[in-house]
Structures are given as C-alpha cells and as structure tokens.
T-cell receptor, first 112, second 110 residues
Framework: DTAVSQTPKYLVTQMGNDKSIKCEQNLGHDTMYWYKQDSKKFLKIMFSYNNKELIINETVPNRFSPKSPDKAHLNLHINSLELGDSAVYFC???????????FGQGTRLTVV | GESVGLHLPTLSVQEGDNSIINCAYSNSASDYFIWYKQESGKGPQFIIDIRSNMDKRQGQRVTVLLNKTVKHLSLQIAATQPGDSAVYFCAENRDYKLSFGAGTTVTVRA
C-alpha cells in the first residue's frame, strides 16, 4: 500500500487555467505538507497542516490554496496558472510537527 | 542568511568505496537534522536523522556525523552500491518545518 499518494503524477495545462492536486496518506499522521521542487532540485516548503489547521504558509501567492478536509487528505488548488508554477510538487506527512516527513511520488506540473 | 547548504553539488564514487556527503548549516538553534535520498522520478526518502544532543548515529550502511562547533553535518555511505546513485539532501528542522539544502548528486561508477 502506498503511504502517501498524490494524483495526478503528471499535469500539463495552459496558462490561466485552474488545477488541483490531491494527496492522501494512510500512515495515520496528523501533519501534512506541500513542497515545491524547482528545476534545480531545490525543495521549499509551501504549506503545512496539523490536525486540519494551517500552521505554515510560506510566502506563497494566494493563487495557491490548500485544503485539508480531514487529517488524511491535503489538496492543493492553483488558480490562474503561470509559467513559473511549473515544477514538481510533493506532498508529505509526518507524526507531529517535527518534520520527519514521508513523501509522495510527486506531481510534475507543466504550464504551457 | 540562515540556510542549510551542501559543499558539493556532485560526487562521483567508485562502486565499493565509501561516500561522504557534506552539509553546512548556519542556524545554531537547529536541533534536529535529517538526510534524505531522492532517486530519479521519485519523492525524497528518509535515510537517517540525528538530534543535536548526539554527535554520531549509525544505520544500515550509513552514518551521520554532527559537528555543532563548526555547524557541519555529514552522511557517510559504506561500500557504495549502484542503487545509491541519487540526489542526497540534508534538512534541518526549525520552526515546525524542514529547510532543505540544495542537494548533492551522487553517481556510482561500476
């Protein structure tokens, strides 16, 4: 069973569109994260939710809106997509906020 | 600035040799560090962690060393295998989040 699963794995879309990425974890963790990895492999945290409450919001444009319907799910909705949003987005989860995260396989977003 | 960085972006290692991957950090208040391995097309995978009250921690074929005096972290991989080829990240935990370094790409030569 996949511990942290993201869908879709690949997403190609045009500028200006709105898209969502879904994430689910079956580890029973109480904290979930979204990270963005750029073309140089640099990983940066975007958001973190603990028990469905937002605890980290790292200077991310408000076109990005995370939603956590329950502890096992953290979705990422992106409005008005821009070329610079092209990246690999990783969902992760951990028990507590210490950050020892288990990562999903990533969603490669390409905006054309 | 306060960040976690790596000394070398790439490392080429002969199969069977030991690998050493280095990482420097500048936040002396950081108390928890993690090494991750990321294979091509996959998400980062936890390798080993260490808390600031320790100098050394060993896992299966891996050892993490922490030198708080010079704010240096290293990952040693014993008897490097082809499957060890990947990008390795160090990360520090502060303010409830992980901050990652830029990564070192390890290539294992047959």
């Amino acid at each position: 069973d996949t511990a942290v699963s993201q869908t879709p794995k690949y997403l190609v879309t045009q500028m200006g569109n709105d898209k969502s990425i879904k994430c689910e974890q079956n580890l029973g963790h109480d904290t979930m994260y979204w990270y963005k990895q750029d073309s140089k492999k640099f990983l940066k945290i975007m958001f973190s939710y603990n028990n469905k409450e937002l605890i980290i919001n790292e200077t991310v444009p408000n076109r990005f809106s995370p939603k956590s319907p329950d502890k096992a799910h953290l979705n990422l909705h992106i409005n008005s997509l821009e070329l610079g949003d092209s990246a690999v987005y990783f969902c992760a989860s951990s028990q507590g906020t210490e950050g020892k995260g288990f990562f999903g396989q990533g969603t490669r977003l390409t905006v054309v | 600035g306060e960040s976690v960085g790596l000394h070398l972006p790439t490392l080429s290692v002969q199969e069977g040799d030991n690998s050493i991957i280095n990482c420097a950090y500048s936040n002396s208040a950081s108390d928890y560090f993690i090494w991750y391995k990321q294979e091509s097309g996959k998400g980062p995978q936890f390798i080993i962690d260490i808390r600031s009250n320790m100098d050394k921690r060993q896992g299966q074929r891996v050892t993490v060393l922490l030198n708080k005096t010079v704010k240096h972290l290293s990952l040693q991989i014993a008897a490097t295998q082809p499957g060890d080829s990947a990008v390795y990240f160090c990360a520090e935990n502060r303010d409830y989040k992980l901050s990652f370094g830029a990564g070192t790409t390890v290539t294992v030569r047959a």
